[in-house]
């Protein structure tokens, strides 16, 4: 079992940026893939970012992509999330997720590959 907290989230204006982090107990954090996930009032969960094992593969969704980077030290047992230029519709409770995985250069974007997950920090953008 690994336990994932969350942690950085707060009240943030339009433009601004985060940076999020999870850390992780109770096992090494370097044996699994990681992701972040976001969940807005009224919507399903949906991805936002994952990072392989190694830390050399990292995939985006698009709504993301060239705003926000995921990134690990596996030496701390942690993983972040850098978010910039900080839009309105970027407001979400944020998940980070954790999957036990064998490759090395791997990553998961789909949110029923994960076996855990920590329990969200809160980010609201406002305009």
């Known amino acids: 079992q690994v336990q994932l907290v969350e942690s950085g989230g707060g009240l943030v204006q339009a433009g601004g940026s985060l940076r999020l982090s999870c850390a992780a107990s109770g096992r090494t954090l370097s044996s699994y893939a990681m992701g972040w996930f976001r969940q807005a009032p009224g919507t399903e969960r949906e991805f936002v970012a994952a990072i392989s094992r190694s830390g050399g593969r990292t995939d985006y969704a698009a709504s993301v992509n060239g705003r926000f980077t995921i990134s690990r030290d596996n030496a701390k047992n942690t993983v972040y999330l850098q978010m910039s230029s900080l839009k309105p519709e970027d407001t979400a409770s944020y998940y980070c997720?954790?999957?036990?995985?064998?490759?090395?250069?791997?990553?998961?974007?789909?949110?029923?590959?994960?076996?855990?997950w920590g329990r969200g920090t809160q980010v609201t953008v406002s305009s």
């Open positions: 997720a954790a999957d036990y995985i064998l490759s090395n250069m791997n990553t998961r974007t789909q949110e029923h590959e994960y076996d855990f």
